[in-house]
């Protein structure tokens, strides 16, 4: 069975500085990756997805994230991180883009002024 | 804002009672999948639908139950509900069965 492991529960960053959030998954085959913030009292909104191809992947409000296969991870980055970045982030995996997505227990990241 | 849209946002009900919460797809979307957010087991997934025929179940109770109608929209029911039935239940929508899932706002459910 799939399983994703955040080993972080709690992340404090400063405003500008950069985050890196990272992400473990045990999956037997090629995974597809995501990763979701949920701002509070929101729902979910997708940041980036990996599927194939470029292990380094681009995504919404500054994010990237790499895969590795080598060592099972799919850590998130952002270079520079704002205010507003202030959320919780789960990093999940499934076999297919549209099967069942199993999720992390999630990080939150708190920023400092 | 997804396009996802569920009813109602707040939800708070009594043990032993039964509740009905609404999701809507983005337009076009054929797939609609159920999630349940809680403290103690964090995001699961209950169930997928796509285009009226149920295609997946996860840790879904027996008490609990889906459908999705011809007009695509779908409905989770729960029934006797238990204090750790509390929880954030979540619908999210794809095009298709092999697409991105994009998630709606929730409904909070507080069981007392």
């Known amino acids: 069975a799939q399983s994703v492991t955040q080993p972080d529960i709690h992340i404090t960053v400063s405003e500008g500085a950069s985050l890196e959030l990272r992400c473990n998954y045990s999956y037997g085959a090629t995974p597809y990756l995501f990763w979701y913030v949920q701002s509070p009292g929101q729902g979910l909104q997708l940041l980036l997805k990996?599927?194939?191809?470029?292990?380094l992947v681009q995504g919404i409000k500054g994010f990237e994230a790499e895969f590795k296969r080598s060592q099972s991870s799919f850590n998130l980055r952002k270079p520079s991180v704002h205010w507003s970045d202030a959320a919780e982030y789960f990093c999940a995996v499934s076999k297919a883009a549209g099967n069942k997505l199993t999720f992390g227990g999630g990080t939150r990241v708190l920023v400092k002024p | 804002d997804s396009g996802v849209t569920q009813t109602p946002k707040h939800l708070i009900t009594a043990t032993g009672q039964r509740v009905t919460l609404r999701c809507s797809p983005r337009s076009g979307d054929l797939s609609v999948y159920w999630y349940q957010q809680s403290l103690d087991q964090g995001l699961q997934f209950l169930i997928h639908y796509y285009n009226g025929e149920e295609r997946a179940k996860g840790n879904i109770l027996e008490r609990f139950s889906a459908q999705q109608f011809p007009d695509l929209h779908s409905e989770l029911n729960l029934s006797s509900l238990e204090l750790g039935d509390s929880a954030l239940y979540f619908c999210a929508s794809s095009v298709g069965e092999d697409d991105t899932q994009y998630f709606g706002p929730g409904t909070r459910l507080t069981v007392l």
């Open positions: 990996y599927f194939s191809g470029d292990t």
